[in-house]
Structure formats: C-alpha cells, structure tokens
C-alpha cells in the first residue's frame, strides 16, 4: 500500500513519518513514534483516553487519520512537564489523588491542560462539563475536579504571584 509522507510537530520536535492513508493519529503516536502515554480506551469515540492537544484544542487521537494532521503542532502527555518539572495539571492529579490505574490519566491531563486555557478559573460544574469528553473507571471523578481545581489555582498564581489564588 502507497505510504504518505507527513510532518507532524509534537512536543516541540518535527517528526517526519509516512504512514498509510487509513492509519489513525494515535496508532502513528504510539507505534510509530513510541509515545505511548495516549491510550486506546473504545471504538467509538466516547471515552477520550486517546486525547492530544493540537493547533490550539483538545482532539481524541482515534477519530483522526494521520495524513490529516499534516504539519499540526500536537502536544501529548509526554510534552506536559517543563524544565521546572510537573505542569500544574500533572501536579494537581498527584496531590489530589485524581487516577487510580492510570490509563485515563494522559487524555484526561490533555484535557485539562486545554480546559483551563479555555476557562481559567471554572466552577465545578464546568469541569465537569468541560471533562464530560474523558471517562474514567476508577475514580468516580471527583478527586478529578479537585484536581482540576488545584491546577486552577497553581496556573492563576503562577500567572500572577502577588496575587493568592
Ligand atoms: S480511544 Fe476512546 S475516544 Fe479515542
Ligand atoms: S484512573 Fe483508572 S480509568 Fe481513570
């Protein structure tokens, strides 16, 4: 089968990848390029273990083709921590015991990465909307909203540090 050639920008770095027309984002992350953090949870699209962010949203891994993402800037979990180490999201999961087993855990730190870009300083009831795309087996999420609270304030003082969150 004829390969397509394509550039995909993840985590800051060009990969240069061919890959068949039918192959899905997340098979190209985790077998091609070895990012295994993103995780495969359905077939049908509900249950966002898969989700990456890219160009800007969050976006389930296993509802895209490769050839589609096509010189997008796409970050995974692997990307999420700094030179300072954890991001606030990966920090607020620790602290607040917000994952159990562990492989929801990627998709629902891309999304909270993006929620709260979208809204910085949510009330319960929107992260839990704002998070209704990632479903979870073992927390019964809501040490997930505390920890999507925590990195709230972490990322608002963060932002301004003379001000407590
Ligand atoms: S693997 Fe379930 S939504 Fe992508
Ligand atoms: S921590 Fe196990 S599915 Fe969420």
């Known amino acids: 089968m004829a390969k397509h050639a394509i550039t995909l920008h993840i985590n800051g770095q060009a990969h240069d990848v061919a890959v068949d027309a039918r192959e899905l984002l997340i098979h190209t992350l985790r077998e091609r390029l070895r990012l295994t953090g993103a995780h495969i949870g359905c077939e049908t699209s509900h249950c966002g273990a898969c989700t990456v962010d890219m160009d800007g949203v969050s976006l389930k891994a296993c509802t895209l083709l490769s050839v589609q993402c096509d ?18 999201v990966q920090e607020g999961f620790m602290q607040e015991h917000g994952l159990q087993c562990g492989f929801c855990t990627p998709g629902m730190l891309m999304r909270a990465y993006r929620f709260l870009q979208e809204n910085p300083d949510p009330t319960e009831e929107e992260i839990r909307y704002g998070m209704a795309g990632n479903l979870c087996r073992c927390t019964g999420y809501n040490n997930i ?13 963060q932002a301004d540090p003379k001000q407590p969150a």
Do not use: F, N, P, S
């Open 145 to 157: 909203v505390k920890a999507v609270q925590y990195a709230a304030r972490k990322l608002q003082e």
């Open 71 to 88: 010189g997008a800037e796409i970050t995974t979990v692997e990307g999420l921590a700094g030179a300072d180490g954890l991001h606030a």
